[in-house]
């Protein structure tokens, strides 16, 4: 069986993952979202949507990612989304920065253990949006800490996502390919669809990604799967390799198609639920839009990733079914 996520969407076509930690674990009380201290969405935040949940209540982290497993997941993410040390030092957990990302990679790996592969999760800092460019040398050093903590707490591959700024994702790649590991790296597109915050379009990040060493490329959070569709295919245009996408569970607009920009972003975004069905639709045409890798983001919880799982098995009745991840070793 395979253990490497290329070689496993090589002999599947289509990864099934999870993903939606975060919001989720807000919402059971287990994560700040900071709204009752500031103005959320604006990409300026300080401490919101921090994962110390991983030290704090481990046994929250571990149910959700028994549900996700559960549902037909068959790569768990470790919640290390936002573990840079800057970003936990302004959530007043800086000095516990290697501890977050060890337990985030311990927990998921024990509940994986020979059924499902281990990703490390690697995010924006944030300063770029507060800082621009100049930011680049710390953020730098940032990634390559973070970077360095999972690979030696044991991933078995690197998703970076939720990057606004191009320039940012690539300089998280340059640290990542110094890893070896297999490489995700997913856009998010905010505050417009048709360029990431740095004003590239969709198909110029994805060549930029594929270069910078990236093994699929795409893009996550911000849109519900329909919207996030007409990204995926300007990338699918011009990408050498498979696509992953990562869709959030939450209804935009054409004025606002980014929902951390929307007025219900954190405290009402139930208002704003994408069915679970809209998933299954997605996961049932991934095959033919080019997807290799498909997860959830922000609002999907585990009865996303099972709707996933039926869409996928629907759209591959005629092909090979999903089959279960065994790592050797
Ligand atoms: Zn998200």
């Not at 253990?3 to 076509?13: C, E, V």
């Not at 939606?20 to 979202?33: I, K, N, P, Q, T």
Request: aromatic letters at 6%; charged letters at 20%.
């Amino acid at each position: 069986m395979p253990d490497n996520i290329i070689d496993l969407i090589g002999k599947q076509g289509v990864v099934l993952g999870d993903g939606g930690y975060l919001v989720e674990l807000e919402r059971r009380g287990y994560v700040d979202s900071g709204s009752d201290r500031e103005r959320v969405g604006t990409g300026r935040g300080s401490g919101q949507f921090t994962p110390e949940v991983a030290i704090e209540h481990p046994d929250a982290l571990r149910c959700l990612h028994e549900e996700f497993l559960r549902a037909g997941s068959q790569v768990l993410q470790a919640l290390t989304f936002f573990a840079t040390r800057e970003k936990l030092t302004r959530a007043g957990y800086g000095s516990q920065t290697e501890a977050i990302n060890n337990a985030a990679v311990k927990i998921a790996r024990e509940v994986a253990a020979d059924q499902a592969l281990v990703a490390g999760s690697v995010s924006r800092t944030q300063l770029f949006e507060r800082e621009g460019s100049t930011a680049a040398g710390h953020a730098r050093d940032l990634f390559a800490e973070q970077i360095r903590f999972l690979q030696s707490a044991g991933v078995d591959f690197l998703i970076l996502e939720t990057f606004f700024h191009l320039e940012e994702m690539l300089i998280a790649l340059e640290c990542a390919a110094e890893s070896g590991l297999p490489i995700v790296a997913t856009m998010s597109f905010r505050p417009r669809t048709t360029e990431s915050t740095d004003g590239r379009s969709p198909a110029y990040c994805a060549r930029a990604m594929i270069a910078a060493g990236a093994n699929l490329v795409g893009a996550n959070c911000e849109q519900e799967p329909a919207r996030m569709l007409s990204i995926l295919q300007e990338m699918r245009a011009v990408a050498t390799v498979p696509l992953a996408a990562q869709p959030a569970a939450f209804r935009t607009t054409n004025e606002t198609p980014c929902f951390t920009r929307l007025p219900e972003f954190p405290d009402a975004l139930e208002t704003i639920q994408v069915a679970r069905q809209e998933f299954t639709d997605f996961a049932n045409r991934a095959t033919a839009e080019g997807i290799g890798y498909l997860g959830g983001c922000c609002g999907c919880n585990a009865s996303y990733g099972q709707a996933m799982a039926r869409g996928l098995a629907d759209g591959s009745r005629s092909g090979t079914l999903a089959v279960p991840v065994s790592r050797s070793g």
